[in-house]
């Protein structure tokens, strides 16, 4: 259906970046918010699955000085029941899910509210050209998927409040995050001396996690309580018990609710602790318990399979170095006589009685000017398609007839070529994104932490 398409559309567009308290090991498995859980597959925007209209509300959550209700609670467990079972999902025990959703929408709320303190804002215009976006990608205009969303229970205005959000998280967690992390060039050596070195036994592995979460500043009592929990599940896991199950009841992580299901990743990008004792397992395998900084982890391997990396391609670009002169057109000097003008400084550097700088300090129009009309090293897609093509076409030393750009009207000089494999480069960046997602993920799991940690959280429980 047309509104399956958006609800996934629209996933991807708002970048839920900064709702997990895991991301070094959940990216793409973060939880979404109350309006993006509302579709089932196949199923279009669909209502919660009990409406919360009629039923008294109270207080469930305070975080700082805001609260979450129960209606709220109710609502988004809901939503995430019905979409489970779309899915034909085991469903974990309801006491399990509702803790699982109470502490996304903790992390959410918390996170939402240091954005406001730090200022950060979306105006409406760029929310209008954010939500016209998500309309545009599904081929519809923004009042036909507003009338489809209320055809189907859910509000618009609730849909730009939620949109907005999103955005104002991705915003603060660039300002926190992604703006701090910096790539060495000596960390980009190391990496690719590294992968060379792998290239043979390349893998990507299926796997899915527990995670047994511990506070900021815990006690030792804590922490041994925590392990002791972890300790717990590995004991039932060795007896026979079902990953998705232990990772449902038991599981801190935002996928916990997908049986732990992270997906296939490629080990290099996972933090080292993880990765290494995962190359020691079989399919069907799960690591020791493993200590890090937020928790106790179990991780199963499900699966791995070879790589398939493809020869490095090589990218070889011509670039050229050119000059030129720029005069454009104007009332009191119209196309004719610019061409005119041109042609006579033309004639001037043919016959050598002034030289291509001299005329182009002189009469150029636009920064190249002052520097002789130097234009520097040019690569294709650096220029307009008419001045590309009409320098193309000259050989190194060569001088064009006049040519005509949306700029203006030009001379052209081309002073000499080269070819340039910029492969390298190209490898080079691949490893800086590689070595800057996998600290982006480390960084934005402390970040994630630290805001929750720092938040004045109170339960209600019922009266």
Same mark, same amino acid.
């Given at each position: 259906?047309?509104?399956?398409?958006?609800?996934?559309?629209?996933?991807?567009?708002?970048?839920?970046?900064?709702?997990?308290?895991?991301?070094?090991?959940?990216?793409?498995?973060?939880?979404?918010?109350?309006?993006?859980?509302?579709?089932?597959?196949? /199923?279009?925007?669909?209502?919660?699955?009990?409406?919360?209209?009629?039923?008294?509300?109270? =207080?469930?959550?305070?975080?700082?000085? &805001?609260?979450?209700?129960?209606?709220?609670?109710?609502?988004?467990?809901?939503?995430?029941?019905?979409?489970?079972?779309?899915?034909?999902?085991?469903?974990?025990?309801?006491?399990?899910?509702?803790? +699982?959703?109470?502490?996304?929408?903790?992390?959410?709320?918390? +996170?939402?509210?240091?954005?406001?303190?730090?200022?950060?804002?979306?105006?409406?215009?760029?929310?209008?050209?954010?939500?016209?976006?998500?309309?545009?990608? +599904?081929?519809?205009?923004?009042?036909?998927?507003?009338?489809?969303?209320?055809?189907?229970?859910?509000?618009?205005?609730?849909?730009?409040?939620?949109?907005?959000?999103?955005?104002?998280?991705?915003?603060?967690?660039?300002?926190?995050?992604?703006?701090?992390?910096?790539? /060495?060039?000596?960390?980009?050596?190391?990496?690719?001396?590294?992968?060379?070195?792998?290239?043979?036994?390349?893998?990507?592995?299926?796997?899915?996690?527990?995670?047994?979460?511990?506070? @900021?500043?815990?006690?030792?009592?804590? =922490?041994?309580?925590?392990?002791? $929990?972890?300790?717990?599940?590995?004991?039932?896991?060795?007896?026979? @018990? #079902?990953? *998705?199950?232990?990772?449902?009841?038991?599981?801190?992580?935002?996928?916990?609710?997908?049986?732990?299901?992270?997906?296939? $990743?490629?080990?290099?990008?996972?933090?080292?602790?993880?990765?290494?004792?995962?190359? !020691?397992?079989?399919?069907?395998?799960?690591?020791?318990?493993?200590?890090?900084?937020?928790?106790?982890?179990?991780?199963?391997?499900?699966?791995?399979?070879?790589?398939?990396? *493809?020869?490095?391609?090589?990218?070889?670009? +011509?670039?050229?170095?050119?000059?030129?002169?720029?005069? !454009?057109?104007?009332?009191?000097?119209?196309?004719?006589?610019?061409?005119?003008?041109?042609?006579?400084?033309?004639?001037?550097?043919?016959?050598?009685?002034?030289?291509? &700088?001299?005329?182009?300090?002189?009469?150029?129009?636009?920064?190249?000017?002052?520097?002789?009309?130097?234009?520097?090293?040019?690569?294709?897609?650096?220029?307009?398609?008419?001045?590309?093509?009409?320098?193309?076409?000259?050989?190194?030393?060569?001088? /064009? #007839?006049?040519?005509?750009?949306?700029?203006?009207?030009?001379?052209?000089?081309?002073?000499?070529?080269? /070819?340039? #494999?910029?492969? !390298?480069?190209?490898?080079?960046?691949?490893?800086?994104?590689? =070595?800057?997602?996998? !600290?982006?993920?480390?960084?934005?799991?402390?970040?994630?932490? &630290?805001?929750?940690?720092? *938040?004045?959280?109170?339960?209600?429980?019922?009266?």
């Amino acid at each position: 259906m047309r509104t399956t398409r958006l609800h996934h559309l629209k996933l991807a567009a708002t970048l839920l970046c900064a709702l997990t308290a895991n991301a070094a090991l959940a990216q793409g498995a973060k939880p979404a918010p109350a309006a993006a859980q509302t579709t089932a597959p196949g /199923s279009g925007f669909l209502p919660p699955a009990s409406s919360s209209a009629n039923v008294i509300d109270s =207080i469930r959550v305070v975080v700082n000085d &805001e609260v979450i209700t129960r209606n709220e609670v109710r609502d988004r467990v809901g939503q995430i029941v019905q979409r489970l079972r779309s899915q034909n999902a085991q469903l974990p025990p309801q006491a399990d899910l509702e803790r +699982q959703v109470i502490e996304a929408m903790v992390v959410e709320r918390a +996170q939402l509210q240091l954005a406001k303190e730090m200022g950060v804002r979306v105006d409406d215009r760029t929310l209008d050209a954010a939500i016209g976006r998500i309309a545009e990608g +599904q081929k519809m205009t923004v009042q036909q998927m507003r009338n489809q969303m209320e055809k189907e229970g859910l509000t618009f205005a609730a849909f730009r409040e939620e949109i907005r959000g999103e955005i104002m998280l991705q915003r603060l967690r660039e300002h926190e995050v992604d703006s701090k992390i910096q790539v /060495s060039d000596a960390e980009v050596d190391t990496y690719l001396a590294a992968e060379k070195a792998a290239a043979a036994d390349r893998v990507e592995m299926d796997i899915a996690q527990i995670l047994v979460g511990i506070p @900021a500043n815990a006690t030792p009592e804590q =922490i041994a309580a925590r392990r002791a $929990r972890a300790d717990e599940v590995m004991r039932q896991l060795r007896t026979g @018990a #079902d990953f *998705a199950k232990m990772a449902a009841t038991y599981s801190d992580a935002p996928d916990a609710l997908k049986g732990g299901a992270i997906g296939w $990743r490629d080990p290099d990008r996972l933090p080292e602790l993880i990765s290494e004792p995962l190359r !020691k397992l079989s399919p069907g395998q799960v690591t020791p318990v493993i200590k890090s900084n937020t928790g106790f982890h179990i991780i199963k391997l499900i699966d791995k399979r070879n790589q398939q990396t *493809a020869p490095e391609q090589a990218a070889v670009v +011509q670039q050229t170095r050119a000059r030129h002169i720029l005069i !454009k057109a104007t009332p009191a000097m119209p196309a004719a006589q610019v061409k005119a003008k041109l042609a006579e400084l033309r004639a001037k550097i043919v016959n050598k009685s002034a030289t291509f &700088e001299d005329l182009a300090r002189q009469n150029g129009q636009d920064g190249s000017a002052a520097k002789g009309g130097d234009l520097g090293w040019l690569q294709p897609g650096d220029v307009v398609p008419e001045f590309e093509t009409a320098m193309n076409a000259l050989k190194p030393g060569e001088l /064009s #007839d006049v040519v005509e750009t949306p700029f203006g009207f030009h001379l052209i000089e081309v002073l000499e070529r080269k /070819s340039e #494999d910029q492969g !390298k480069e190209r490898e080079r960046l691949r490893a800086r994104q590689v =070595i800057r997602e996998r !600290k982006l993920g480390e960084a934005a799991e402390d970040w994630a932490r &630290e805001v929750r940690d720092r *938040a004045y959280v109170e339960y209600r429980e019922e009266a």
